[in-house]
T-cell receptor
Framework: GENVEQHPSTLSVQEGDSAVIKCTYS??????FPWYKQELGKRPQLIIDIRSNVGEKKDQRIAVTLNKTAKHFSLHITETQPEDSAVYFCAASIGGSQGNLIFGKGTKLSVKP | NAGVTQTPKFQVLKTGQSMTLQCAQDMNHNSMYWYRQDPGMGLRLIYY???????DKGEVPNGYNVSRLNKREFSLRLESAAPSQTSVYFC????????????FGAGTRLSVL
């Protein structure tokens, strides 16, 4: 079945450094790739997304890149801050579905002051 | 505009007991979802409803039933709870379509003893 692999499972960086989280997906028909941030004890919330007809998208300190050929997409956070500490989930749409998503297992990002 | 509302927030059950988790959204979304979140496992889809009157199984439907009561409400029922169903349950809704942004409720933390 469809699968999304996410790496690393934990990531620790110093404040001000960059953080990169990578995902690969298996469904060639996937065309929508969102990233969700989940703070401790809270609900997941969308932070950025990208569609398959776009290679890169930026929103202030956050960017997402997509390589459809390799079925890879990545989240880049620059100038990290302590409030970026959270669990980040990537997801990919399931081709042919009504918009269902399959999620990666998450990356716990810790930003040390 | 409350978004997605889940009740209850916390619940403790004994093995074999039944209960229904309630979810309501006020964004006039067509699609609604139930996920479970376990440590290190990400978000796994239990059931979804693409539109009022339809429901379909997701990745992990065994032991659960759902009802799409109307466009706003989507409930999840555990008929005979088992310890393996101890988890955090999230309801989500989306407009579906090309950019399927899913909005999550605050979650229900369920313990089955």
């Amino acid at each position: 079945g469809e699968n999304v692999e996410q790496h690393p499972s934990t990531l620790s960086v110093q404040e001000g450094d960059s953080a990169v989280i990578k995902c690969t997906y298996s469904d060639s028909a996937s065309n929508y790739f969102p990233w969700y941030k989940q703070e401790l004890g809270k609900r997941p919330q969308l932070i950025i997304d990208i569609r398959s007809n776009v290679g890169e998208k930026k929103d202030q300190r956050i960017a997402v890149t997509l390589n459809k050929t390799a079925k890879h997409f990545s989240l880049h956070i620059t100038e990290t801050q302590p409030e970026d500490s959270a669990v980040y989930f990537c997801a990919a749409s399931i081709g042919g579905s009504q918009g269902n998503l399959i999620f990666g297992k998450g990356t716990k990002l810790s930003v040390k002051p | 505009n409350a978004g997605v509302t889940q009740t209850p927030k916390f619940q403790v059950l004994k093995t074999g007991q039944s209960m229904t988790l309630q979810c309501a959204q006020d964004m006039n979304h067509n699609s609604m979802y139930w996920y479970r979140q376990d440590p290190g496992m990400g978000l796994r889809l239990i059931y979804y409803s693409a539109s009022e009157g339809t429901t379909d199984k997701g990745e992990v439907p065994n032991g659960y039933n759902v009802s799409r009561l109307n466009k706003r409400e989507f409930s999840l029922r555990l008929e005979s709870a088992a310890p393996s169903q101890t988890s955090v349950y999230f309801c989500a809704s989306s407009e579906a379509g090309a950019r399927n942004i899913q909005y999550f409720g605050a979650g229900t933390r369920l313990s089955v003893l």
